[in-house]
């Protein structure tokens, strides 16, 4: 069943589809989770979490791509839920602009867009219209604390 966007909020899509918002990330290092310039919202890098912990794992080598597909719709996830808190809330969040996905994986491995729709999948099936967005899904040597992948999101925030 396709949800009705004018009907549905962000929130009751998300209940339906079995997810809860997680809490911002918090910074690890010496940066801000998000800035704003204007309207215009960018979240600083996220790495996927579960159970508290860092998704770790290189595409092609020791992890699957259904697995890293899963890690990007929590990478993804999060990353909207630093968006919504720089813009006061899900339903603030005017539109995406452009995700960016890096994937740590084997050198030979040439599945990094597959694994990026998983979080263009989740943030689409989130937001409706207001969730299309450009992309950039890259592969990567290495990424912090040996996580799979990380992505980034810059939204417009209703003013």
Same mark, same amino acid.
């Given at each position: +069943?396709?949800? #009705?966007?004018?009907? #549905?909020?962000?929130?009751? *899509?998300?209940?339906? /589809?079995?997810?809860? /918002?997680?809490?911002?990330?918090? $910074?690890?290092?010496?940066?801000?989770?998000? +800035?704003?310039?204007? !309207?215009?919202?960018?979240?600083?890098?996220?790495? $996927?979490?579960?159970?508290?912990?860092?998704?770790?794992?290189?595409?092609?080598?020791? +992890?699957?791509?259904?697995?890293?597909?899963?890690?990007?719709?929590?990478?993804?996830?999060?990353?909207?839920?630093?968006?919504?808190?720089?813009?006061?809330?899900?339903?603030?969040?005017?539109?995406?602009?452009?995700?960016?996905?890096?994937?740590?994986?084997?050198? #030979?491995?040439?599945?990094?867009?597959?694994?990026? #729709?998983?979080? !263009?999948?989740?943030?689409?099936?989130?937001?409706?219209?207001?969730?299309?967005?450009? *992309?950039?899904?890259?592969?990567?040597?290495?990424? $912090?604390?040996?996580?799979?992948?990380?992505?980034?999101?810059?939204?417009?925030?209703?003013?």
């Amino acid at each position: +069943m396709t949800p #009705d966007f004018n009907q #549905d909020t962000a929130e009751a *899509r998300l209940a339906a /589809m079995g997810l809860t /918002m997680p809490p911002p990330p918090q $910074p690890v290092a010496k940066y801000q989770p998000h +800035m704003t310039a204007g !309207s215009l919202v960018v979240t600083s890098g996220v790495l $996927p979490m579960q159970e508290g912990r860092v998704i770790t794992g290189r595409l092609g080598e020791s +992890m699957t791509v259904e697995a890293g597909v899963a890690a990007a719709r929590q990478a993804a996830l999060s990353a909207l839920s630093s968006l919504a808190a720089a813009s006061g809330g899900l339903q603030a969040i005017a539109s995406l602009v452009s995700l960016t996905v890096y994937v740590r994986c084997a050198p #030979d491995f040439a599945r990094q867009p597959e694994i990026a #729709d998983g979080a !263009s999948e989740l943030l689409l099936q989130v937001l409706g219209s207001a969730g299309q967005h450009a *992309r950039v899904a890259v592969g990567v040597a290495e990424l $912090p604390l040996e996580a799979c992948l990380e992505v980034q999101l810059m939204g417009v925030r209703r003013t």
